[in-house]
C-alpha cells in the first residue's frame, strides 16, 4: 500500500512532498487501532528523505547498519543488537541504511506510552528530550519479544484470545528493561534536580503537548492553557526540572524545525515562514538570526545537503 504525505492515518508519518513511503507490511495491534504499530521490515520504508514521526519509536537492528540524523545536529549510529529510540515529535534525517540491514519497528502513540508507562514516564523523557540517549546497547533480548510481537501477536492464525492483555503487559516489559537500560546510562547519573513527581507529570505533559504541535512558535500562555495551569507556574516547573524556561524550549524546537526545512527541503523562505507560523519572512529571518547568528538563506546556501 502506498501512503503519500497527504495520508498519515496509518504512521503517523510526515514525508517530505513527492515521496511515497510502501507501508504493506505493517501490523496494527488488535484492540489498540494505530495505538500500537509494528513494522517487520524496515526495508519496507522506501525513498525517505526526511520524516518526522508523531509515535515513538523504537527500532531494532539485527544486521547491517543505520545511520540518522535526529532533530538538526545529532548523529546516531546504529549497529547490530541495538535499539534505536525516538520520541514522538523529532526529526529524522536517515543518512545511510546498508544493504544488508535486518531491523524492525515499533510505533507507539504518546497517549499509549504513557498508560503503559506510567510514572516510569519520566525516565523515557529525562533520557529522550533532557539527555538525548538515542541508542540502547547490547539489546539481543529483544529478539524474544520480536519473535512473539510478529509471530503470535500481528500474524499468529489464532491470535491469543487475551490478545489485549497479552500484548499490554508484553510492551510494558519491554519498555521497562529500555528503561532500565536507560537509567544505567552515564548521563542519567547526574544529581537529581530536586522536583517533585508532580513537577515532572506537569512539565513531560508540556514537552509531549509541544512535539505534537504543527506550529509550535506559540506563547507559554497557550502551552499554560493547555495544561490548566498559569504561564508563571509552567515557567517555574521547567526551570526545576530542566534548568531551561518554557520559551526556550520553545525556540530551541522551533530552530530545530527551520534547520530542518531550511536544509533538507526546497521550500522557499516565504514556505517556511507560513508553515512555522510566522507571520511574514522578515520576522521570520529577524528571529532566525537572532538565535543563529546568521540569515536563512546564508544557513541555507552554507548547511544545505544533497537531497
Not at 218 to 237: F, G, M, R, W
Amino acid at each position: 500500500m502506498l501512503r503519500s504525505v497527504q495520508d498519515t492515518s496509518i504512521a503517523g508519518l510526515a514525508i517530505k512532498e513527492g515521496n511515497l513511503v510502501d507501508f504493506s507490511d505493517i501490523k496494527t495491534v488488535p484492540s489498540f487501532e494505530n495505538d500500537i504499530i509494528f513494522l517487520k521490515d524496515l526495508r519496507q520504508v522506501k525513498d525517505l528523505s526526511y520524516v518526522k514521526t508523531e509515535y515513538n519509536t523504537i527500532v531494532f537492528c539485527q544486521g547491517g547498519r543505520i545511520l540518522v540524523e535526529i532533530g538538526s545536529n545529532s548523529q546516531v549510529n546504529v549497529k547490530p543488537n541495538q535499539l534505536l529510540l525516538i520520541p514522538a515529535g523529532k526529526l529524522i534525517q536517515p543518512i545511510m541504511v546498508s544493504t544488508d540491514v535486518d531491523a524492525s519497528v515499533v510505533l507507539i502513540s504518546d497517549k499509549m506510552l504513557k498508560s503503559i508507562l506510567g510514572n516510569q514516564i519520566n525516565i523515557w523523557n529525562k533520557a529522550m528530550y533532557l539527555k538525548e540517549i538515542y541508542v540502547v546497547e547490547n539489546a539481543n533480548w529483544m529478539k524474544g519479544f520480536q519473535d512473539y510481537a510478529y509471530n503470535t501477536i500481528t500474524t499468529g492464525s489464532q491470535p491469543p484470545l487475551l490478545s489485549q492483555e497479552i500484548t499490554f503487559s508484553f510492551l510494558r516489559t519491554l519498555l521497562l528493561m529500555i528503561c532500565e537500560d536507560l537509567l544505567r546510562h552515564e548521563d542519567m547519573g547526574a544529581q537529581e534536580d530536586g522536583s517533585s513527581m508532580h513537577d515532572k507529570e506537569i512539565f513531560n505533559r508540556f514537552l509531549q503537548l509541544m512535539s505534537q504541535q504543527q506550529t509550535k512558535r506559540q506563547k507559554v500562555t497557550y502551552y499554560a492553557d493547555q495544561l490548566n495551569i498559569t504561564s508563571k507556574y509552567l515557567s517555574v516547573i521547567s526551570k526545576r526540572v530542566s534548568g531551561k524556561s518554557p520559551m526556550r524550549w520553545i525556540t530551541e524546537s522551533v530552530m530545530e524545525d527551520s534547520y530542518m526545512l531550511l536544509t533538507k527541503t526546497d521550500l522557499s523562505i516565504k514556505e517556511i515562514s507560513n508553515r512555522l507560523g510566522f507571520p511574514n519572512p522578515s520576522f521570520f529571518g529577524h528571529y532566525f538570526r537572532e538565535q543563529s547568528g546568521v540569515t536563512p538563506v546564508d544557513y541555507r546556501n552554507k548547511y544545505k545537503k544533497v537531497l
